[in-house]
């Protein structure tokens, strides 16, 4: 694995290089990454990296931020505490174009510099005057894993979501039942985030409906306790079962073929890149010319030595 962390190092190497001279002049530019994730949803331990490292190389200071239990009002109200702060720069998630495209404009119209990541669309990003959009677009990745999953024999599915609060998360589960070419129907289930609730909900659902022949899982919170249903009613291993994101008990599934695959949308890289872009449009007045989309990627068994050992790390 080690080719694959020297090849990340590189390649930050690269795109940071130019950067290292004046990192220690510029050392007080201030960036806040606020997003949308309760304290309880590990998966955004790699985006905390990401940022880290990020900082740490081109020598500017960030700051993550977030509402503890997801609220979006809360993730509102943290955005224009960011805002009135007065940092050089903020990068956030768009979970929910309604409730935060107020405060982001506010920021933009105060001078600050703002880059969507994660959620939200380019054309949001635009709309609210962002410079740009890092993250993978939810609905094409919800596309891409129904074309895929009917490659695969799905007919029938179930769609996990852990976070029916924020629209741009239920648009992985239209996308999968367009790929599919089935009518979304009553097949997204609100599972909230309590592991022990997940479980028995999925468990109900598969009960009552046996039919069912796919799961799709939305990230870790929801694929480890449905993964437990599974393993509990015999079904591990016997129904299709996809996940958007990687963790370390997704990847002990795909690992044990419990489960078909998982979707990396490189947070890493929606964390790392903001931040330098940011530093380079500081310092010298630079920016790409496009959005950048940082996934969807499936991560199967056979590829699986390549990032196992950075799942919920660096991947």
Known sequence: MKHLFTSLALGAAIVTAPLAATAES??????????????????????????????EQVGVNVEYRNPPTGDLADMARIIQQAAASGPDGIITTLADFDVL???????????????IMNTGTPEQAREVGALMYVGQPEY??????????????????????????????????????????????????DSGTDPAEIKNKVLAYLSANPDVDGILTLGPVSADPT????????????????????????????????INWGIDQQPFL?????VVILANWDRYGVLPGNNINSGPGFVTKDGLAKVEEFAGEYR
């Open 26 to 55: 510029h050392s007080d530019l201030n960036y806040v990454l606020v997003s949308h994730a309760p304290d309880s949803d590990t998966w955004w331990n790699t985006i905390k990296n990401g940022i880290a490292l990020a900082g």
């Open 101 to 115: 495209q107020g405060p982001i404009k506010d920021a933009v119209d105060q001078g600050i510099d703002v880059i």
């Open 140 to 189: 094409d990745a919800g596309f891409a894993a129904g074309q895929r999953a009917k490659g695969e024999g799905v007919t029938k599915f179930l769609c996990v979501n852990h976070a029916i609060q924020q629209p741009t998360v239920g648009e992985r589960c239209r996308g999968y039942a367009d790929g599919l070419g089935i009518d979304l129907g009553d097949a997204m289930m």
């Open 227 to 258: 993964l437990a249903a599974l393993e509990e009613n015999g079904m591990a291993g016997s129904i299709h079962f996809g996940t958007f994101d990687l963790g370390e008990e997704i990847v002990k599934g795909i690992k044990a073929g419990t």
């Open 270 to 274: 929606q964390a790392y890149m903001p």
